[in-house]
């Protein structure tokens, strides 16, 4: 069945840079985009923007464009978000979520999310 | 960017309740709605689509109404499973935005 496996947990010094990792199994990798979504305390959810894996092209939120680089490794099935220059922020939980092949919706999977924590 | 709001931000409930989570957009989405269910340490769930369509395998128990910029999610018999939070998303246009979640918790 469909399924999308995160990276672990990851700590952050300000200014770092993070490389969260997103394995799909279950369907044909290049077919459904890839979103990221972000989930910090007492706030609701963010959407960080897609990846397409067919076409390699990518669409950000304005305020994530200079900052989020979306990357792909079909042979692994394996999308990537990395965010740098982090800052207190930007701690929160990054998920991965597919594009739902059913036209009429959006996202139907997500992953179980990966936990970045900011800190000097 | 359209902005996406929901009411209550808390309900407290007791199981077999009906429960009815609202959310309103800043302008018209059409039925380009969205729901999901988040619970701490879980991979969210995918609930409804377009408003009103239940996604597969999704007890009926959930239902989804609305167009324009007013819809709703009603649990109409609430279970033990269903204490999560709930956030309503618009996929009409860039950027994705969610609403701020509703808590639905045991009273």
């Known amino acids: 069945q469909v399924q999308l496996v995160q990276s672990g947990a990851e700590v952050k010094k300000p200014g770092a840079s993070v490389k969260v990792s997103c394995k799909a199994y279950g369907y044909s990798f290049t077919n459904c985009d890839i979103n990221w979504v972000r989930l910090a305390a007492g706030q609701g959810l963010e959407w960080v923007g897609r990846l397409n894996p067919n076409a390699g092209h990518t669409d950000l939120t304005?305020?994530?464009?200079?900052r989020v680089t979306m990357t792909m490794d079909t042979s692994t099935s394996t999308a990537y978000m990395e965010l740098r220059s982090l800052r207190s922020e930007d701690t929160a939980v990054y998920y991965c979520?597919?594009?739902?092949?059913?036209?009429?919706?959006?996202?139907?999977?997500w992953g179980q999310g990966t936990p970045v924590t900011v800190s000097s | 960017d359209i902005q996406m709001s929901q009411s209550p931000s808390t309900v407290s409930a007791s199981v077999g309740d009906k429960v009815t989570i609202t959310c309103r957009a800043s302008r018209s989405i059409g039925s380009w709605l969205a729901w999901y269910q988040l619970k701490p340490g879980k991979a969210p769930q995918f609930l409804i689509y377009q408003a009103s369509h239940l996604q597969s395998g999704v007890p009926s128990r959930f239902s989804g109404s609305g167009s324009g910029t007013e819809f709703t999610l009603t649990i109409s018999s609430l279970q033990p499973d269903d204490f999560a939070t709930y956030y309503c998303q618009q996929y009409n246009i860039d950027p994705r935005t969610f609403g701020q979640g509703t808590k639905v918790e045991i009273k």
């Open positions: 304005q305020k994530f464009q200079d």
């Open positions: 979520a597919r594009g739902s092949p059913i036209v009429e919706a959006d996202v139907d999977y």
